[in-house]
């Protein structure tokens, strides 16, 4: 680790965070730090370095902030791989477990909630059942290939899920099981920025743009059986839409049908 900081001159001009951190980048650059690799304890990094853990610590926050590094809760700082846009399709109903399996990479979750619980106020009035039934709540952090991508909040009524303890990979595959799988979904899809709780679970800087998606999913008897919020990164996701050709009289005509309904 010491030769990272072979050619640091701390008695050098300007502010020492900045030399440290063009240090730990170039150390990046050269292929002393690989992609990926975890980077040492504060306490390591400030005693190879010969510099204050207030110097390190500031000189990590920035390289976070700019996406060279990332810090994952409950493991440390490492060197960020490069990031490969995911493009999701808006056109099938499918589990983020699917989806991540079907592009070869790795999914698995880290679990922040996952039991029956109340129904909130909002919850019940989207599951369309009296605020504080017993509901299915699942919290979790998503990830592909160990990068941190989604945070994901599902409520479900507990006739449709009443062991919510069995869902460990996709939940769609536990209702599959069951029969209880959604037939069709509608998504709403809005612009966000990440608290800095969000930021810190996906390993981004707080203030960091995501993309929230509520999904509300519906059985073959057009019964609401999952209402999900998921918060993703929009470093990493774009979402594609098909869109078709209608003209303007075929248009006014479907208006005019949906209206004699």
């Given at each position: 680790m010491h030769t990272i900081f072979e050619n640091l001159d701390v008695s050098g001009e300007g502010p020492l965070y900045r030399r440290l951190k063009a240090a730990i980048a170039e150390a990046v650059a050269n292929g002393?730090?690989?992609?990926?690799?975890?980077?040492?304890?504060?306490?390591?990094?400030?005693?190879?370095?010969?510099?204050?853990r207030v110097t390190v610590r500031r000189a990590i926050a920035e390289l976070t902030r700019e996406g060279l590094l990332t810090r994952?809760?409950?493991?440390?700082?490492?060197?960020?791989?490069?990031?490969?846009?995911?493009?999701?399709?808006?056109?099938?109903?499918?589990?983020?477990?699917?989806?991540?399996?079907?592009?070869?990479?790795?999914?698995?979750?880290?679990?922040?909630?996952?039991?029956?619980m109340p129904a909130s106020d909002d919850e019940a009035r989207r599951l369309g059942i009296a605020a504080g039934t017993q509901i299915a709540r699942l919290s979790r952090i998503r990830f592909a290939d160990n990068m941190p991508m989604a945070i994901e909040h599902s409520a479900l009524p507990q006739?449709?899920?009443?062991?919510?303890?069995?869902?460990?990979?996709?939940?769609?595959?536990?209702?599959?099981?069951?029969?209880?799988?959604?037939?069709?979904?509608?998504?709403?899809?809005?612009?966000?920025?990440?608290?800095?709780?969000?930021?810190?679970?996906?390993?981004?800087?707080p203030g960091a743009p995501a993309l929230f998606i509520l999904r509300t999913a519906f059985d073959?008897?057009?019964?609401?059986?999952?209402?999900?919020?998921?918060?993703?990164?929009?470093?990493?996701?774009?979402?594609?839409?098909e869109l078709t050709f209608q003209s303007v009289g075929s248009a006014v005509a479907y208006v005019a049908d949906q209206d004699a309904v």
């Amino acid at each position: 680790m010491h030769t990272i900081f072979e050619n640091l001159d701390v008695s050098g001009e300007g502010p020492l965070y900045r030399r440290l951190k063009a240090a730990i980048a170039e150390a990046v650059a050269n292929g002393k730090l690989e992609r990926g690799a975890a980077l040492p304890p504060e306490r390591d990094l400030a005693e190879a370095s010969g510099v204050s853990r207030v110097t390190v610590r500031r000189a990590i926050a920035e390289l976070t902030r700019e996406g060279l590094l990332t810090r994952r809760q409950g493991a440390g700082t490492f060197v960020a791989r490069p990031v490969e846009r995911i493009e999701q399709s808006l056109k099938r109903l499918s589990s983020f477990t699917e989806d991540m399996q079907a592009r070869g990479m790795k999914p698995h979750s880290q679990w922040l909630e996952r039991g029956l619980m109340p129904a909130s106020d909002d919850e019940a009035r989207r599951l369309g059942i009296a605020a504080g039934t017993q509901i299915a709540r699942l919290s979790r952090i998503r990830f592909a290939d160990n990068m941190p991508m989604a945070i994901e909040h599902s409520a479900l009524p507990q006739d449709v899920l009443d062991a919510p303890q069995e869902v460990n990979g996709s939940l769609y595959s536990v209702l599959s099981e069951r029969g209880r799988r959604p037939v069709r979904a509608t998504e709403r899809i809005s612009a966000c920025v990440l608290d800095d709780h969000q930021a810190e679970l996906l390993a981004v800087s707080p203030g960091a743009p995501a993309l929230f998606i509520l999904r509300t999913a519906f059985d073959a008897e057009g019964r609401v059986v999952e209402v999900t919020g998921t918060y993703y990164r929009s470093d990493v996701y774009d979402l594609i839409a098909e869109l078709t050709f209608q003209s303007v009289g075929s248009a006014v005509a479907y208006v005019a049908d949906q209206d004699a309904v």
